[in-house]
């Protein structure tokens, strides 16, 4: 069975800090897809990042950066210089290919609380 | 270009009773998925629906059921509420199937007394 863990539960720096968020998963498959999420107060996810489980790639994008290493079943993400906006419930998730194809289903770790005070 | 919509944005119910929720992916997004969240629990999936039929299901009983309709739009129901049903509902839409990024709506928060 697939799973998330995200060990981390609230996090709070002061504005212009880097946070790294951690994020652990287990799977059998070799093929599946590791996706971060961000939930500001309003409700509603917003995606931020998409990998698939043959591209370990690394990326930055403007603050954010991942890292993404199989070895260890990791998929952190960094953002640099924090901004008091950057304060929501981060989400890894986790999304299978089993054997009758692709599907949508995520798995979710319980999210990190992230403040950012000015 | 609209997001993903869903309403009732609130919905108080007690129980007992059943509800319907409702969500209009993205045009042209043919996947919609569903998703409840509650503080115990977090992010759980209940279904998947793609070209109208069931693809996936989570573990939740047979009280909640969905479809999806020919325009992609999507209804989840919820027969017989329990006051652990209380939670946000989340639905998400994508253009289709497997691995691709989910565009969620701002959800129905259902609150069972």
């Known amino acids: 069975a697939q799973k998330v863990t995200q060990a981390q539960t609230e996090i709070s720096v002061v504005e212009k800090e880097d946070v790294t968020l951690d994020c652990v998963y287990e799977t059998r498959d070799t093929t599946y897809y590791l996706f971060w999420y961000k939930q500001p107060p309003s409700g509603e996810l917003v995606f931020l990042i998409r990998?698939?489980?043959?591209?370990?790639q690394n990326e930055i994008s403007g603050r954010y950066s991942w890292n993404f290493q199989k070895s260890t079943s990791s998929f952190n993400f960094t953002i640099t210089a924090s901004q008091v906006v950057d304060s929501a419930v981060y989400f890894c998730?986790?999304?299978?290919?089993?054997?009758?194809?692709?599907?949508?289903?995520?798995?979710f770790g319980k999210g990190i609380t992230l403040s950012v005070r000015p | 270009k609209a997001g993903v919509t869903q309403t009732p944005r609130y919905l108080i119910k007690t129980r007992g009773q059943q509800v319907t929720l409702s969500c209009s992916p993205i045009s042209g997004h043919r996947s919609v998925s569903w998703y409840q969240q509650t503080p115990g629990q977090g992010l759980q999936f209940l279904f998947e629906?793609?070209?109208?039929?069931?693809?996936n299901k989570g573990n939740f009983p047979g009280r909640f059921s969905g479809r999806q309709f020919s325009n992609s739009r999507s209804e989840m129901n919820v027969s017989t509420l329990e006051l652990g049903d209380s939670a946000l509902y989340l639905c998400?839409?994508?253009?289709?199937?497997?691995?691709?990024?989910?565009?969620f709506g701002s959800g129905t928060q259902l609150s069972v007394l």
């Open positions: 990998r698939n489980s043959f591209d370990e």
């Open positions: 998400a839409s994508s253009v289709n199937r497997g691995g691709e990024k989910l565009f």
């Open positions: 629906y793609f070209s109208e039929t069931q693809r």
């Open positions: 998730a986790l999304s299978e290919s089993k054997g009758t194809g692709a599907n949508s289903k995520l798995t």
